[in-house]
């Protein structure tokens, strides 16, 4: 199988065919505790260390991006620091040694980098991640709210409130205390940028918990940029498809659907972080200035509402 970590194109901008731009794998069936870690994903996936060329459409800002670690996180972490971004990630402690890795990649581009461990689920570290992160940046005008946790369940019988609760607090819930956090800190022309889904439309039947939060996350996407856009503020999400990272593997899929992750899109292939990096470039940045209220699809063709 070729080595999805080696493109066949340059960088981001290289005109190439999109179907076969990133190979069509085939994961083997594997499983990792939760949360997983991009260092034992098989194959490796690609967040743009070789590939992401910034033009410097972020010069001088300064991002705090909640699961900046791993998968779809750390291709955004990577690409602001390219763009010429300060950026602070938080991620689980357990997740230290992709962070690590990303930490000395945002580094190599002579930016700040910032680690912020801790879980979302602790009221103490979520109430004063925003502070922590404008405190060591020097202030703050982008915030990723992107950490998510996916857990499948076959039957809503095994579907236990306590994981209900801990999906509901990760993925919408800590957007609330973070966005309120931040906006002590965000001068007019910044943006918040949200991580939902194409399961905010297509829930599938086994991420009840999951997709639910993707769908309210949309709902307060629009109503908070509505509400932020008279002060300069612009919210907006991005809606991932099928992409392949961590949460895939520990048990954010059934172990059987591995092989063919992906295979059911109109380009017929999972996508790579590294192809959701640009979506989150262009909402942060001031080119997207009349962009308010939207949610970017990158989902390989499925159709959306
Ligand atoms: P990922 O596992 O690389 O990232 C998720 C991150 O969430 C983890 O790295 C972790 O740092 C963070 N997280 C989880 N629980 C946490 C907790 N209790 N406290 C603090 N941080 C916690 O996987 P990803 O696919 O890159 O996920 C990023 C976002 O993309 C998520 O919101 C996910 O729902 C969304 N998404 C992913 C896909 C996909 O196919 N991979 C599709 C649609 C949406
Ligand atoms: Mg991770």
């Given at each position: 199988?070729?080595?999805?970590?080696?493109?066949?194109?340059?960088?981001?901008?290289?005109?190439?065919?999109?179907?076969?731009?990133?190979?069509?794998?085939?994961?083997?069936?594997?499983?990792q505790p939760e949360p997983?870690?991009?260092?034992?994903?098989?194959?490796?996936?690609?967040?743009?260390?070789?590939?992401?060329?910034?033009?410097?459409?972020?010069?001088?800002?300064?991002?705090?991006?909640?699961?900046?670690?791993?998968?779809?996180?750390?291709?955004?972490?990577?690409?602001?620091?390219?763009?010429?971004?300060?950026?602070?990630?938080?991620?689980?402690?357990?997740?230290?040694?992709?962070?690590?890795k990303i930490i000395s990649?945002?580094?190599?581009?002579?930016?700040?980098?910032?680690?912020?461990?801790?879980?979302?689920?602790?009221?103490?570290?979520?109430?004063?991640?925003?502070?922590?992160?404008?405190?060591?940046?020097?202030?703050?005008?982008?915030?990723?709210?992107?950490?998510?946790?996916?857990?499948?369940?076959?039957?809503?019988?095994?579907?236990?409130?306590?994981?209900?609760?801990?999906?509901?607090?990760?993925?919408?819930?800590?957007?609330?205390?973070?966005?309120?956090?931040?906006?002590?800190?965000?001068?007019?022309?910044?943006?918040?940028?949200?991580?939902?889904?194409?399961?905010?439309?297509?829930?599938?039947?086994?991420?009840?918990?999951?997709?639910?939060?993707?769908?309210?996350?949309?709902?307060?996407?629009?109503?908070?940029?509505?509400?932020?856009?008279?002060?300069?503020?612009?919210?907006?999400?991005?809606?991932?498809g099928p992409i392949w990272?961590?949460?895939?593997?520990?048990?954010?899929?059934?172990?059987?659907?591995?092989?063919?992750?992906?295979?059911?899109?109109?380009?017929?292939?999972?996508?790579?972080?590294?192809?959701?990096?640009?979506?989150?470039?262009?909402?942060?940045?001031?080119?997207?200035?009349?962009?308010?209220?939207?949610?970017?699809?990158?989902?390989?063709?499925?159709?959306?509402?």
């Open positions: 199988m070729p080595d999805p970590t080696s493109p066949a194109h340059n960088n981001q901008l290289s005109l190439d065919n999109p179907v076969d731009r990133y190979p069509k794998i085939s994961p083997p069936k594997q499983d997983g870690l991009d260092a034992k994903l098989e194959p490796q996936a690609d967040h743009g260390e070789q590939s992401y060329v910034g033009t410097g459409r972020l010069k001088g800002r300064k991002a705090l991006i909640t699961g900046g670690d791993s998968g779809i996180g750390a291709a955004v972490a990577i690409a602001f620091a390219r763009e010429g971004a300060d950026v602070a990630i938080a991620y689980l402690p357990a997740e230290e040694e992709d962070a690590q990649v945002i580094q190599q581009e002579g930016r700040t980098a910032v680690a912020l461990p801790g879980d979302l689920l602790e009221s103490n570290y979520r109430n004063e991640l925003v502070d922590q992160a404008a405190k060591e940046l020097g202030g703050l005008d982008i915030l990723v709210n992107n950490a998510g946790k996916q857990i499948a369940v076959e039957q809503i019988e095994d579907l236990s409130d306590e994981q209900v609760l801990e999906t509901f607090q990760v993925n919408i819930l800590a957007m609330f205390t973070l966005s309120k956090a931040a906006l002590k800190y965000l001068p007019e022309g910044a943006s918040i940028i949200n991580t939902t889904s194409v399961q905010a439309y297509e829930p599938s039947p086994v991420l009840l918990d999951y997709a639910s939060t993707k769908a309210a996350i949309n709902a307060f996407t629009k109503g908070l940029a509505t509400q932020l856009a008279p002060r300069g503020i612009r919210v907006n999400a991005v809606a991932p990272t961590p949460l895939q593997v520990s048990d954010g899929q059934p172990k059987d659907k591995l092989p063919k992750f992906g295979h059911n899109v109109p380009l017929g292939r999972a996508g790579q972080p590294v192809e959701l990096a640009a979506a989150y470039v262009f909402l942060a940045s001031p080119e997207s200035s009349y962009v308010v209220g939207e949610t970017l699809n990158v989902n390989g063709g499925r159709s959306t509402p």
